[in-house]
Structure formats: C-alpha cells, structure tokens
C-alpha cells in the first residue's frame, strides 16, 4: 500500500486531466499490484481501501483527501463493451489470476470451464457502447460524454441535491434552469451548436437529447466506415466543447459564439483525421464534403 500511495502522490501533484488520470490508474495499479494479486488472495478491506484511494485520486487531487464523488467506483470498473470506461477492477482480476494456478494444475479442464462458465453467465447484456469509443475522439472528449451520459458531471441541479447554494440558472442561455437534459441538448445555445454539427455531415433534423443521440449512433453509425466514426468523435466533441463553454462562463465569464464552438469541434476532428493514413484521411474529408449518407 506504501509503495501504491507513494505512487499516486509523485503523479497527483501535477495538474493531469480526467482521461489522464484513467490512464494513470491503470498503469499504477497494474504495475505496483499485478505481483500481490496474482500469488495471493487480497483482503477486501485492503481492495476497498485501493478503491477510495483511486477514486479520491480521480475526483480530486490526494488520496488521503475526500471529494465530491459523482459516481460510484463500481462504474468505473466496468469494461469499454458494456459501456464505461475500463478501470482494472482489483477483485475480479485477484480471482481470475489466482485461478490460473488451478488451471495450471488441471491442465485447464474442469476449474477453468467452471469459471469460464460463471464468468459468462453472470447476468446482462451490456448495452454495446464499444463503437462509441472506437471513434476519432480524443479521449478527453469519451471522458465527458460518458459522464455526461451517466448524468456525472457537476451541473447545478446536482450541486443543489448535494447542499450547495446557487441559483439554477442555465449559463449559456440564461432561460432556463442547468440540467444534464437541458445542456445535452435542449438548451437554445447547445442546440444550436448540434444542429450545426448534424448539418455538416447532411443531417437536417433537429439534436435530439444525448441518450437518444448516441441510441441512434449506435442503431445506425456502429460501423467501421470513415463517414461513422468521423461522426460519432463529432458528437463526443460537441458534447465536451459544450461543456467546456459552460465551464468558462462560469469560471471566467467567457462568453463565446456558437460558430466559434463548432469550428473549435471540427478542428479537433480534423486533427484526429490527419492522424490516420492517407488513404482514410482523404476517403473521409470526401465523404463529409459532399454530404455522404450516414
């Protein structure tokens, strides 16, 4: 544990965004603990103790410091297929590690089916969010939009619930109480930043709320062609430039148009385009210019 927090505190000193600190988590935990818990059963106590240190990590900035915790630990572990965000979770990877030495023994006959089979049937579907971050995004913008989705992010009605006292008052528009389903995307301003976005990829229709968005992603955009992924980064980018203005005004009183927001969002895009091979990059900026189908 010493060797674990000693870690977390060299890194927690510098400022490292929230898709920083996911990749940091898994790195540190795997790499000081991946001894410990494939040769010995860990204690609960001592997996639980991990847990609020790695989440007060990820909330804030010490371990030893308690936070706003938006969203439960047990989410964060959860793998990318089902929908999250892929955190090594400690207690299952201990058990599974730890069988391997029964496999060993039975030459990975009757132990090993046994767990495969309890491991497979433990209950639910997932719903399939892989394609979401199989995507051009940034992992910054993944970050936001899952927590977003989860209805995670500090908003103001949330602050309320928590016994925080501000006035509820939508910063972007200045009409309407700030919710996750006002901002995503029933506020005039954000709204007017998606259908900007919709619009560029030949989509006419009005944005829907977040949830629905990334349903439809899912039902029609889940594929590997240039034109989907493009698109699905798109909306991840719009969500988290959304609410990085959200977070301006309120911090700075930074007000910016929607025009200036969405050409930020494409840049990102375009950025993540060029990043990939010629072939891919030229396919897709064709696609998008003459308004490709989705």
Same mark, same amino acid.
């Given at each position: 544990?010493?060797?674990?927090?000693?870690?977390? =505190?060299?890194?927690?000193?510098?400022?490292?965004?929230?898709?920083?600190?996911?990749?940091?988590?898994?790195?540190?935990?795997?790499?000081?603990?991946? !001894?410990?818990?494939?040769?010995?059963?860990?204690?609960?106590?001592?997996?639980?103790?991990? =847990?609020?240190?790695?989440?007060?990590?990820?909330?804030?900035?010490?371990?030893?410091?308690? $936070?706003?915790?938006?969203?439960?630990?047990?989410?964060?572990?959860?793998?990318?297929?089902?929908?999250?965000?892929?955190?090594?979770?400690?207690?299952?990877?201990?058990?599974?590690? %730890?069988?391997?030495? %029964?496999?060993?023994?039975?030459?990975?006959?009757?132990?090993?089916?046994?767990?495969?089979?309890? !491991?497979?049937?433990?209950?639910?579907?997932?719903?399939?969010?892989?394609?979401?971050?199989?995507?051009?995004?940034?992992?910054?913008?993944?970050?936001?939009?899952?927590?977003?989705?989860?209805?995670?992010?500090?908003?103001?009605?949330?602050?309320?619930?928590?016994?925080?006292?501000?006035?509820?008052?939508?910063?972007?528009?200045? #009409?309407?109480?700030?919710?996750?389903? $006002?901002? %995503? %995307?029933?506020?005039? !301003?954000?709204?007017?930043?998606?259908? #900007?976005?919709?619009?560029?990829?030949?989509?006419?229709?009005?944005?829907?709320?977040?949830?629905?968005?990334?349903?439809?992603?899912?039902? $029609?955009?889940?594929?590997?062609?240039?034109? $989907?992924?493009?698109?699905?980064?798109?909306?991840?980018?719009?969500? !988290?430039?959304?609410?990085?203005?959200?977070?301006?005004?309120?911090?700075?009183?930074?007000?910016?148009?929607?025009?200036?927001?969405?050409? @930020?969002?494409?840049?990102?895009?375009?950025?993540?385009?060029?990043?990939?091979?010629?072939?891919?990059?030229?396919?897709?900026?064709?696609?998008?210019?003459?308004? @490709? =189908?989705?």
């Amino acid at each position: 544990m010493d060797k674990l927090f000693n870690a977390l =505190n060299h890194w927690s000193s510098m400022l490292i965004s929230h898709a920083g600190k996911i990749l940091l988590l898994n790195s540190v935990i795997l790499g000081t603990l991946i !001894y410990w818990y494939s040769a010995f059963i860990l204690p609960k106590t001592l997996v639980l103790k991990i =847990n609020s240190v790695c989440s007060n990590i990820y909330w804030g900035d010490k371990h030893d410091l308690r $936070h706003i915790h938006w969203l439960n630990w047990a989410r964060f572990t959860k793998p990318r297929d089902a929908g999250d965000v892929g955190i090594k979770e400690i207690l299952s990877r201990n058990k599974a590690l %730890f069988l391997k030495w %029964f496999w060993k023994l039975k030459e990975g006959t009757s132990c090993w089916s046994i767990w495969a089979r309890c !491991y497979l049937l433990r209950g639910g579907d997932p719903w399939k969010l892989d394609c979401i971050w199989e995507s051009l995004a940034v992992p910054k913008d993944w970050v936001i939009c899952w927590t977003a989705y989860l209805k995670r992010l500090a908003t103001i009605d949330l602050l309320q619930h928590r016994g925080f006292a501000f006035v509820n008052m939508c910063v972007l528009c200045c #009409s309407d109480c700030e919710s996750h389903e $006002h901002l %995503f %995307f029933a506020c005039p !301003y954000a709204s007017s930043v998606s259908s #900007s976005v919709l619009a560029w990829f030949g989509l006419t229709r009005r944005p829907w709320s977040l949830s629905r968005e990334l349903e439809w992603v899912i039902s $029609h955009c889940k594929t590997r062609r240039s034109i $989907h992924r493009a698109f699905r980064a798109a909306l991840l980018g719009t969500v !988290y430039h959304v609410w990085r203005e959200r977070n301006s005004r309120v911090r700075n009183g930074d007000a910016r148009d929607g025009k200036t927001i969405l050409n @930020q969002n494409l840049k990102s895009l375009m950025i993540g385009i060029k990043l990939k091979t010629i072939e891919f990059r030229h396919k897709t900026l064709v696609l998008i210019e003459n308004k @490709q =189908n989705l």
